[in-house]
Every structure is written in structure tokens, then in C-alpha cells.
């Protein structure tokens, strides 16, 4: 076991860092790093946009769809939910559930 | 770090290019030049990304100083010191800042030399210098003649030097404000500034009056700003377009006059916005073409007049993306992954960006503009049916939870690029 395991953990190494998925792109899937201009990726003080990193992917996915709908009344997301389809959403969403709270 | 350091330093004295040196080392290197929304973003980004890296910061300036919202700066609704930033956490994220500014690139020997004479060999370039002023397009307005019309179009001394003026003017005083043509940094930017203006005139100095010389026949949000105009400056703004006369044809800073193709006009405190292209280092690293700005694919915003090296923000032409620290920003981050992927031989993903802008008209009445683009026919493009402005008529306190979203957001990208 030992043996199997140690080749593949310098493989891991030295191809780059910790272990990527070849599909899985470094920044997240589409769009993704966008968010956060607005949604920190760290705790900020005095903030009133909620941060996004660790939510139930569902619940984003949800929030958008509403938005994109107008069903959910917005200033700013109904206008950007409106450039994102199911498939791109759902990939945004499961990228920040599990990004760290 | 050091040893790194310190190679480049004796390769540099040596007159050495050594990018096959440096190869041989293992890690690759990318230099990025300019600590702006952009550059700080990209560097702090590529170091996440892959701590193995080596990121070079080339930025002069030991303290940023940010363009948005220096406009609530001359109206005195914030303090200088807020707009301010330091490398610390761009260095602590295990960025080497070289405190000094890039005078020549080579593209070929991938190089980049200093100010100090070091050379710095990198395997990809960023180049995020933001705006340069066209000094010349308006006869009589030079870097001496800013001191008496300040341009405050790069936040610092002259949005200081600005905001003195506006103090020191008499009630009853004239400001004159030349917007640019377009492309320019921050499109709803002199729209915003003439609103704070007013906001500030109307409680201190309110027999005062802006007029608002305009290059341009139509602007950014112009719906929203001039309804706001009309409802909380009544008679204090006068905006002239283009077809109008708007167009300053020339500046005598010695009697604070602007002289348009209709007539002159001579102001109490004179704002001029100058004509804009990309950051000089550009044009010595042959990035940007005869237009003054930088072509780029729109993956990973590679220059399509050298390889190697990606241009961001404001310097580069973003099809319909506009130039503002958010789409800065937000190239920066997808150019940062662009780069890992690249570096390890593998295919950028297509990406989608947003932008969201922020205009303040007042302390608590807020708009926005915002756009979602992917890659489309060599450019950025809208994606239709995104986008778009805030609603004209505003219910349920739209407008103050909007300045609301703005100081937020500011807090926000401030945090995720310097913090």
C-alpha cells in the first residue's frame, strides 16, 4: 500500500500542488470569481451583501433562479442572474458550498 | 524568496536574460506590472493559485490610493486615508513587491528592466497599468496647467488639490467640469463627480452653479443621473453635449478659462477631465496599438500584439466591458487562473465576467450599471438579456440601500486586493 501511495503523492506533488481534478478549473467553474468582488471570500466588517462561501448549493441555486425570474425583488442580482443559465448557476453554486464559511 | 532575489539581482548586474536559468529552477515566474485593482488582484491570485510560483510585483507607489469613491473624498464624505491601501497583505500572501517602476520590456527575451537597473526574466507578463493622460489633445492643458485645473482622475494629491479649490471658492462661484471622449476610465465617473459636487455646493455654497463640458452626446446611466439632477440639484447642473458646444477645444489655466468650438467659459474652479490611454509602459512594451489601448484575446486577456504578456483594466480594450476597478478586478482573477493553466500546458476555460458599478448622487441615493460578457468573435461581449441599470423609478428605498451596496462592495474588493 505504502509503495502504491508514495509514487502517487510525488506525482501529485509535482505536477502542481494540492490535487485538481483535470475538469475542475483553479478559479472555480465559470463566473465564479466574479462573485466575489461583492460576495467577500473573507469576513468583512461592516458589510451588508451576504457572503455566499459556504451556503447549501441549493439555496444559491434557488436565489438565482428567483432572481433571474424577478420573482424575488432585487436592486442589482435580478440584472446579473439574468447572464447565467441553469447549468452555468449550478456549477457557481456547488463551487461556493464548498468554499470555507 | 531571497535567493531568488538575489539571483535576479546578479543576473540583472551581469546583464544576463537567463529566463533558461531560472526554468531549470522549476518554478515559473510571472511578473506583473502595476498595483491597481488589477495587477494587485492578479498577483495575490496567481500566488493562490499556485504557491510554487514565483510573482513578482513591480508598483512604485509603497501606498495605493483608489479611485473609487474619491469623488465622496471631494465632498468631503470621506476622508483620504480611506482610500488608501498597503502592499502588506499582497506581500504576506507571499508576493514579491519590487517597490520600483518598469522602464523597458522585451518580449522576446522575456524581460522586464527597472527603475533601479535589475532585470526580471518571466515566463508570463501582466501588465496592469491603468491610464495614462493624452496630454496635448487639448491645447493648453499640460502637466502644469493640472495644478490649476486639477484632472483628479488619478485619486491622490490632485483630488486633495481639487477639493481645496471647491473650499476655498466663493458662494455664488462657477465650476467648470470637461468630461472626455470616450474610452475613458470609469465611464459614469465625471457623472458621479458632478453630483457630489452639487451635493456639497447645496449645503455649503449653494448660490453656486457646474456647468458640465461634455465630449460626448450621451453617457453612462445618463437617464438616472440627470432625473437625480433634477430632483435633488434643481437649476445647479447645466450638462452640455457635444452637439451643444460641450467639446473644450482649449484651456488657459492662467485665467482658469475653457474655450469650446461655441464660445468660452470661464470658471471659479475648473476640473478638466483630460483625453486617456493605457499607462506608458504599455506603449514601450509595444502592447497597445494605434488607438493608444491594448488589444487582447478574451480568455486570458493575452496581448494580441506580443505573447507572453496579458494586459488588464483599464489599458486594455475589453470589447464591452467597461474600465472600472470591479472589471479590473474580475479580469485579474480569470486571467490569474488563464496563467496556472497555461503555464502547466493545459487550455484556459472559456470564461463569463460580471461588472457591477456604483454611482453615489448624493450621501444615501444610490445607482448602478450592470453587465455579464463572455468571449464572442475575438471580444468581450455583452450577454443579452443581462444587464442593464437600476430601475428609473425607485420603490422601497431602493436608492439608499444602492449607496448602501456601494460602500459595501468597496469595503469588499478593497479587502480581496490589498487586505
Given at each position: 500500500?505504502g ?20 475538469d475542475?478549473?483553479p478559479?472555480g467553474p465559470?463566473?465564479?470569481s466574479s462573485?466575489?468582488g461583492c ?5 468583512v ?5 451576504p ?8 439555496d444559491i441555486v434557488?436565489a ?5 425570474s424577478d420573482?424575488?425583488p ?5 440584472r ?14 456547488a ?5 470555507p464559511? | 524568496?531571497?535567493t ?7 543576473a540583472?548586474?551581469?546583464g544576463l536574460?537567463?529566463?533558461s ?9 510571472v511578473?506583473?506590472v ?9 498577483a495575490?491570485?496567481?500566488?493562490q493559485?499556485?504557491?510554487k510560483l514565483?510573482v513578482?510585483?513591480?508598483?512604485p507607489?509603497?501606498i495605493?490610493?483608489a ?6 473624498v ?5 476622508e483620504?486615508?480611506?482610500q ?8 504576506a500572501a ?7 517602476s518598469?522602464t523597458?520590456i ?9 527603475a533601479?537597473?535589475?532585470q526580471?526574466?518571466?515566463d508570463?507578463l501582466?501588465?496592469?497599468p491603468g ?5 496635448g489633445a487639448i491645447?493648453?492643458?499640460d502637466?502644469a496647467?493640472?495644478q490649476?485645473m486639477?484632472h483628479a482622475?488619478?485619486?491622490?494629491a ?10 476655498d471658492m466663493?458662494d455664488g462661484?462657477?465650476?467648470v ?5 470616450n ?8 457623472y ?7 451635493y456639497?455646493l447645496s449645503?455649503?455654497?449653494?448660490k ?5 463640458l461634455?465630449?460626448?452626446?450621451a ?5 438616472l443621473?440627470q432625473d437625480?439632477w433634477?430632483?435633488l440639484?434643481?437649476g445647479?447642473?447645466?450638462w452640455v453635449p ?12 492662467a485665467?482658469?478659462t ?6 468660452s ?5 475648473a476640473?478638466?477631465i483630460?483625453p486617456?490611454k493605457?499607462?506608458?509602459i504599455?506603449?514601450k ?6 488607438t493608444?489601448w491594448c ?7 493575452e496581448?494580441?500584439l506580443?505573447r507572453?504578456?496579458?494586459?488588464l483594466g483599464d489599458a486594455a480594450?475589453?470589447?464591452?466591458m467597461?474600465k ?6 474580475a479580469q485579474?482573477?480569470?486571467?490569474a ?6 503555464l502547466?500546458?493545459?487550455a484556459p476555460?472559456q ?6 458599478c456604483?454611482?453615489l448622487?448624493?450621501?444615501d ?11 464572442d468573435?475575438?471580444?468581450l461581449?455583452?450577454i443579452?438579456?443581462?444587464g ?17 451596496y456601494?460602500?459595501?462592495w ?8 490589498f487586505?
Amino acid at each position: 500500500m505504502g509503495r502504491l501511495l508514495l509514487p502517487a503523492l510525488a506525482l501529485a506533488f509535482l505536477s502542481g500542488g494540492p490535487a485538481q481534478a483535470a475538469d475542475a478549473p483553479p478559479n472555480g467553474p465559470p463566473g465564479a470569481s466574479s462573485c466575489t468582488g461583492c460576495h467577500a471570500p473573507m469576513k468583512v466588517t461592516d458589510s451588508v451583501i451576504p457572503r455566499i462561501a459556504g451556503r447549501k448549493s441549493a439555496d444559491i441555486v434557488t436565489a438565482m433562479r428567483e432572481y433571474r425570474s424577478d420573482a424575488w425583488p432585487s436592486s442589482v442580482m435580478g440584472r446579473i442572474a439574468k447572464g447565467f443559465d441553469d447549468q452555468q448557476t449550478e456549477a457557481i453554486a456547488a463551487w461556493f458550498a464548498v468554499q470555507p464559511e | 524568496m531571497a535567493t531568488r532575489r538575489t539571483f535576479l539581482k546578479l543576473a540583472g548586474a551581469a546583464g544576463l536574460a537567463a529566463p533558461s536559468l531560472a526554468s531549470a529552477q522549476g518554478a515559473a515566474r510571472v511578473v506583473v506590472v502595476g498595483g491597481g485593482f488589477g495587477g494587485a488582484t492578479a498577483a495575490r491570485t496567481l500566488k493562490q493559485l499556485d504557491p510554487k510560483l514565483g510573482v513578482t510585483l513591480v508598483e512604485p507607489n509603497p501606498i495605493y490610493t483608489a479611485c473609487p469613491f474619491s469623488n465622496s473624498v471631494l465632498a468631503n464624505l470621506r476622508e483620504m486615508s480611506q482610500q488608501q491601501f498597503r502592499y502588506d497583505g499582497i506581500k504576506a500572501a507571499g508576493v514579491t513587491v519590487a517597490e520600483t517602476s518598469a522602464t523597458a520590456i522585451d518580449a522576446l527575451a522575456r524581460t522586464v528592466t527597472l527603475a533601479d537597473g535589475t532585470q526580471l526574466s518571466w515566463d508570463r507578463l501582466v501588465l496592469s497599468p491603468g491610464i495614462d493622460f493624452d496630454w496635448g489633445a487639448i491645447p493648453g492643458y499640460d502637466e502644469a496647467a493640472a495644478q490649476k485645473m486639477p484632472h483628479a482622475w488619478k485619486a491622490g494629491a490632485q483630488t486633495v488639490l481639487l477639493r481645496q479649490q471647491l473650499q476655498d471658492m466663493r458662494d455664488g462661484g462657477l465650476v467648470v467640469m470637461s468630461s472626455p471622449p470616450n474610452p475613458f476610465r470609469c465611464p459614469p465617473g465625471p457623472y458621479e463627480r458632478a453630483s457630489l459636487i452639487a451635493y456639497w455646493l447645496s449645503i455649503w455654497k449653494p448660490k453656486s452653479k457646474l456647468l458640465l463640458l461634455d465630449s460626448k452626446d450621451a453617457f453612462s446611466k445618463q437617464r438616472l443621473f440627470q432625473d437625480g439632477w433634477a430632483q435633488l440639484y434643481p437649476g445647479t447642473i447645466e450638462w452640455v453635449p457635444l452637439s451643444k458646444g460641450g467639446k473644450v477645444t482649449s484651456v488657459d489655466p492662467a485665467t482658469l478659462t475653457l474655450t469650446t468650438e461655441f464660445g468660452s467659459h470661464k470658471a471659479d474652479v475648473a476640473n478638466v477631465i483630460p483625453p486617456q490611454k493605457a499607462g506608458a509602459i504599455a506603449a514601450k512594451a509595444r502592447v497597445a496599438d494605434r488607438t493608444g489601448w491594448c488589444p487582447v484575446e478574451p480568455v486570458a486577456f493575452e496581448s494580441t500584439l506580443q505573447r507572453g504578456i496579458h494586459v488588464l483594466g483599464d489599458a486594455a480594450i475589453m470589447g464591452a466591458m467597461p474600465k472600472s476597478a470591479f472589471a479590473a478586478n474580475a479580469q485579474a482573477k480569470v486571467c490569474a487562473a488563464a496563467i496556472v493553466e497555461l503555464l502547466a500546458g493545459r487550455a484556459p476555460q472559456q470564461p463569463l465576467l460580471i461588472n457591477t458599478c456604483y454611482s453615489l448622487l448624493a450621501a444615501d441615493y444610490g445607482i448602478s450599471i450592470a453587465g455579464v460578457y463572455r468571449p464572442d468573435k475575438g471580444l468581450l461581449a455583452d450577454i443579452p438579456g443581462a444587464g442593464g441599470v437600476s430601475p428609473l423609478s425607485a420603490v422601497g428605498g431602493l436608492r439608499g440601500q444602492e449607496a448602501l451596496y456601494a460602500s459595501s462592495w468597496f469595503r469588499t474588493i478593497t479587502a480581496e486586493t490589498f487586505g
